[in-house]
């Protein structure tokens, strides 16, 4: 079965410190991965995406992402985080729409994070 | 700002109505998807519309239905609603493999 597991429901992280997010994956195709974020109240901004190549991806306000084949794990990580950070963020897969699979995306049930000042 | 509008942005339903949400699509995007998130949970597919057809669907029952119109904007319906339907629903629009959704819009079924 597809499916996405996010294994922490709420992190609190101090101002400054760094921050890992984790994310595992169950996809029988190519999986394409995204990370979102999403601000109380609000709809969803892509911070970054796997697709194929590098495994370190970049991406939006310092984030990070590293993709693992073997772990089945695409973490988000960010060296010091902002108290502007405090979000939900969502780890998502979905596959080549012009592959023969439908395109949408399955996404984990999200991580809260809290950040002390 | 992804260029993905929603409207309207609240909505309060009785059980038993029906409800049209509507979102615009990015320019040259030609595909958008549709998705429920529940409160305290992650987005669940709805379906799915490319070139004004139905290109997939997620485990929701016939009384979800949409449309694409050919300036690629597109609607959500939904008939009977229940209480359980009381959720956050977002629209996203794409080109190619990503997805950028919209605010969404916030129904509430009483």
């Known amino acids: 079965a597809q499916s996405v597991t996010q294994p922490d429901i709420h992190i609190t992280v101090s101002e400054g410190a760094s921050l890992e997010l984790r994310c595992n994956y169950s996809?029988?195709?190519?999986?394409?991965l995204f990370w979102y974020v999403q601000s109380p109240g609000q709809g969803l901004q892509l911070l970054l995406k796997?697709?194929?190549?590098?495994?370190l991806v970049q991406g939006i306000k310092g984030f990070e992402a590293e993709f693992k084949r073997s772990q089945s794990s695409f973490n988000l990580r960010k060296p010091s985080v902002h108290w502007s950070d405090a979000a939900e963020y969502f780890c998502?897969?979905?596959?080549?729409?012009?592959?023969?699979?439908?395109?949408?995306?399955?996404f984990g049930k999200g991580t809260k994070l809290s950040v002390k000042p | 700002e992804t260029g993905v509008t929603q409207s309207p942005t609240h909505l309060i339903k009785t059980r038993g109505q029906q409800v049209t949400l509507r979102c615009s699509s990015q320019?040259?995007?030609?595909?958008v998807s549709w998705y429920q998130q529940a409160l305290g949970q992650g987005p669940q597919f709805i379906f799915q519309?490319?070139?004004?057809?139905?290109?997939g669907r997620g485990n929701f029952p016939p009384r979800f239905s949409g449309l694409q119109f050919p300036n690629y904007s597109s609607e959500l319906n939904v008939n009977a609603l229940e209480l359980d339907d009381s959720a956050l629903y977002l629209c996203?629009?794409?080109?190619?493999?990503?997805?950028?959704f919209g605010p969404g819009t916030r129904l509430l079924v009483l």
């Open positions: 320019s040259g995007h030609n595909t």
């Open positions: 996203a629009s794409s080109l190619l493999e990503t997805q950028y």
């Open positions: 796997y697709f194929s190549g590098d495994t």
């Open positions: 519309y490319y070139r004004e057809e139905e290109n």
């Open positions: 996809y029988g195709a190519t999986p394409y």
């Open positions: 998502a897969v979905g596959g080549d729409p012009y592959g023969g699979s439908q395109g949408n995306l399955i």
